[in-house]
């Protein structure tokens, strides 16, 4: 069974950061003339294909849910990783916003082009809203809440 201190960690940066995540989201939406659920419906079009996205309600509820499955993942592997390099919660402001961008990486350079077939905007606005959705909203709230629960106490 995990440390409670571990299970804290991923489960609070997984809220913070999911949070966070899907919010930049919805709010992008809008921005650019869309809706939150079109957005959480694109989601789930992941997992479930095309035709969630004409799935109404329940299918942005899909959505929410392939979102904070894939952000429960995301957040674990970083946990469990800095179990093992300290390095990760000695230096949580050089190393989160590493693996935000690493994610960024993932997401958008092999798993939507694979996916859907398409690569990523780089419009700079676009760029520029995904860069610090997973660099901030992502990487560094994983890496600064999974240092704050896995460090050591002070003796």
């Known amino acids: 069974m995990p440390h409670p201190r571990t299970t ?22 809008l921005i650019k003339g869309g809706s939150p659920m079109d957005m959480l419906r694109y989601v789930a079009s992941g997992p479930f294909g095309d035709g969630a996205k004409d799935g109404g309600t329940p299918m942005a509820l899909a959505g929410l849910g392939v979102h904070f499955a894939i952000m429960l993942v995301m957040v674990a592997t970083y946990v ?24 960024y990486c993932v997401m958008f350079l092999i798993v939507r082009p694979l996916r859907f077939g398409t690569w990523p905007n780089l419009a700079p606005d676009s760029l520029t809203n995904q860069l610090v959705a997973h660099i901030v909203f992502v990487g560094l709230s994983i890496g600064l809440i999974t240092a704050h629960f896995l460090r050591k106490p002070a003796d």
Not at 16 to 24: S, Y
Not at 80 to 103: D, E, Q, S, T
């Open 80 to 103: 469990l990783a800095a179990k093992r390099l300290p390095v990760l919660v000695a230096r949580p402001w050089i190393f989160g916003p590493l693996y935000g961008l690493g994610l």
């Open 8 to 29: 804290s960690a991923i489960l609070w940066a997984w809220l913070v950061a999911g949070t966070l995540d899907i919010a930049d989201a919805a709010v992008w939406s």
